[in-house]
């Protein structure tokens, strides 16, 4: 009896970044899991960690997608990694809007923080985050029309927000961090 009532235990706390996924998938996770697990796995579909070290080089890879997808959106002010910033606190990022008075007009410009988890991870999950975070600058909530946009900037976007679940899995359940710059 208490083997059995150990693993569902373990289930249960170490897949809530994964409980919005259908059970099916949820199961193909927790045999990966017993079998190469989930590090040897991740590691293997992402072999390589991007080269975005400093917040000036996140704010010019940022800038980069808005220009391309966005330009018409509000500007934006501040682009930081964020040590303090918890990853799912708010689905996965954190934006904020800064409103300044300049002369008679009032100009609303954007931050962005990226959790500091993102600067050692592959860069499909930088860029989905990245994603995630300036498709707000368009729409606010989490709607059909929102996970559009991120789809279209970002063709794997929802692969990677479930491998990125999968590696925030990995490391509650104690795993070591995957990646690191060389
Ligand atoms: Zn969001």
Redesign the pocket.
């Known amino acids: 009896m208490l083997p059995f009532l150990a693993v569902y235990h373990s289930v249960v706390i170490s897949f809530r970044y994964l409980q919005a996924y259908p059970l099916e998938l949820q199961q193909q996770v927790q045999k990966i899991s017993e079998g190469p697990g989930l590090g040897p796995w991740l590691l293997s579909r992402h072999p390589h960690v991007h080269g975005v070290r400093t917040d000036s080089a996140l704010y010019a890879y940022v800038m980069a997608l808005k220009n391309e997808f966005l330009r018409q959106a509000d500007p934006i002010n501040k682009v930081t990694f964020d040590s303090k910033l918890h990853v799912i606190q708010?689905?996965?990022?954190m934006h904020t809007t800064t409103s300044r008075v300049q002369g008679s007009k009032l100009k609303t410009k954007r931050d962005i923080k990226i959790a500091a988890l993102f600067k050692e991870t592959p860069v499909a999950f930088l860029e989905m985050i990245v994603v995630?975070e300036l498709a707000?600058l368009k729409i606010r909530d989490?709607d059909k029309a929102f996970y559009k946009l991120c789809q279209h900037m970002a063709p794997h976007y929802g692969q990677s927000e479930f491998e990125l679940r999968i590696y925030l899995t990995h490391l509650e359940g104690g795993g070591e961090k995957i990646w690191s710059p060389a």
């Open positions: 708010h689905a996965l990022g995630h707000h989490h």
